[in-house]
């Protein structure tokens, strides 16, 4: 186990998925990094990112297991020409994302981190894989206050890397 | 007798110190074509060219679906006074809506004053909504061109 990994996966998993938020055109919060800002609270469909983990488990020496929860959080806000389906179409999007491994950088400013414009420096840890035995689930919460008119979708993915440490 | 001479002079007085422009909209159907996913609503508008419109308190609420404070939306929580007299024969239920400066606030309590003088409503705007592609159906002679105005 090194300090850096638990860094380095919540930035992978905080690229990976605000690169597809940005596909889609929805503005992303990623937990504990992000500010919410007046554009964010304005728009009428948003995402946000809760990373969980690592849960690491030493298998042998020098040797890891790590887990890791992602949770996704779609919010549609009605109106416009109504598309019953818009909220799933999106959900989907990030479901068939999030069915995927999800490659490992060193990302960060620190020592030891990637350098921009130095491929040397440059280190893959590993892919976080979608655990074989958890399903890559969707949680449809549909309007969630009587009088508000705003549906929720929850994703949640399980992923597990190993990871040798050199 | 005399009661009701007080209200409706409190009202008028109201309206005549706070009033302002406001859209009711009366839901008649919602319909969903589940092949397409396309939403269709159809309401009849009364346009009111007084109400009372009071204060709007801006607050941000928590998602019962998640931790907080993610999920959270920003809500205004806004009061209007509307004279019966200018909406006759309407009955207003949490279905219905009414559109403040091109906000569309969703009507979340209904309070009917003593002698049928007015509806209290208490309603909700979520910042980040916008009007529905509504179909106006019926409007009321004093209306102004409200579908063009607000979509609704």
């Known amino acids: 186990m090194r300090d850096a990994w638990p860094r380095w996966i919540?930035?992978?998993?905080?690229?990976?998925?605000?690169?597809?938020?940005?596909?889609?055109?929805?503005?992303?919060?990623?937990?504990?990094?992000?500010?919410?800002?007046?554009a964010f609270s304005q728009a009428a469909d948003t995402v946000e990112i809760r990373i969980t983990g690592p849960f690491v488990q030493r298998l042998s020496h020098e040797y890891w297991r790590a887990d890791v929860d992602v949770s996704v959080l779609l919010t549609c806000r009605?109106?416009?020409?109504?598309?019953?389906?818009?909220?799933?179409?999106?959900?989907?999007?990030?479901?068939?994302a999030m069915s995927e491994p999800i490659a490992i950088w060193n990302c960060g400013r620190e020592a030891g981190d990637y350098v921009a414009g130095s491929p040397s420096t440059l280190v893959h840890l590993g892919c976080l894989v979608p655990r074989?035995?958890?399903?890559?689930?969707?949680?449809?919460?549909?309007?969630?206050?009587?009088t508000d008119r705003v549906e929720q979708v929850e994703i949640n993915g399980k992923y597990r890397m190993e990871v040798e440490a050199s | 007798m005399y009661q009701d001479r007080h209200i409706r002079t409190a009202?008028?007085?109201?309206?005549?110190?706070y009033g302002?422009?406001?859209?009711?909209?009366?839901?008649?159907?919602?319909?969903?074509?589940?092949?397409?996913?396309?939403?269709?609503?159809?309401?009849?508008?009364?346009?009111?060219?007084?109400?009372?419109?009071?204060p709007t308190v801006w607050k941000r609420v928590k998602s019962p679906a998640a931790p907080s404070p993610v999920g959270s939306r920003d809500v205004g929580l806004k009061s209007f006074i509307v004279d019966r007299a200018d909406i006759p024969g309407v009955v207003l239920t949490q279905n219905d809506w009414v559109v403040y400066d091109g906000w569309r606030y969703q009507i979340e309590e209904i309070d009917a004053s003593e002698f049928d003088?007015?509806?209290?409503?208490?309603?909700?705007?979520?910042?980040?909504?916008?009007?529905?592609?509504?179909?106006?159906?019926?409007?009321?002679?004093?209306?102004?061109?409200v579908a063009g105005a607000d979509s609704e």
Request: charged fraction near 15%.
């Open chain 1, 10 to 38: 919540a930035g992978s998993i905080a690229k990976e998925l605000s690169a597809l938020a940005a596909e889609l055109g929805l503005p992303v919060l990623v937990n504990f990094t992000s500010d919410r800002t007046d």
């Open chain 1, 78 to 96: 009605h109106g416009g020409t109504r598309d019953a389906y818009r909220i799933n179409r999106f959900a989907g999007a990030f479901q068939e």
């Open chain 1, 132 to 146: 074989r035995e958890v399903a890559v689930k969707t949680v449809n919460f549909g309007q969630v206050h009587p």
């Open chain 2, 11 to 17: 009202l008028y007085m109201l309206k005549r110190q």
């Open chain 2, 20 to 54: 302002g422009p406001l859209s009711v909209y009366k839901q008649l159907d919602s319909v969903v074509t589940f092949e397409t996913g396309q939403v269709t609503v159809t309401a009849t508008a009364y346009h009111v060219k007084r109400a009372v419109i009071l």
């Open chain 2, 117 to 145: 003088a007015g509806w209290l409503i208490t309603a909700r705007l979520v910042v980040g909504s916008t009007s529905d592609n509504t179909v106006v159906v019926a409007a009321n002679a004093n209306v102004s061109p």
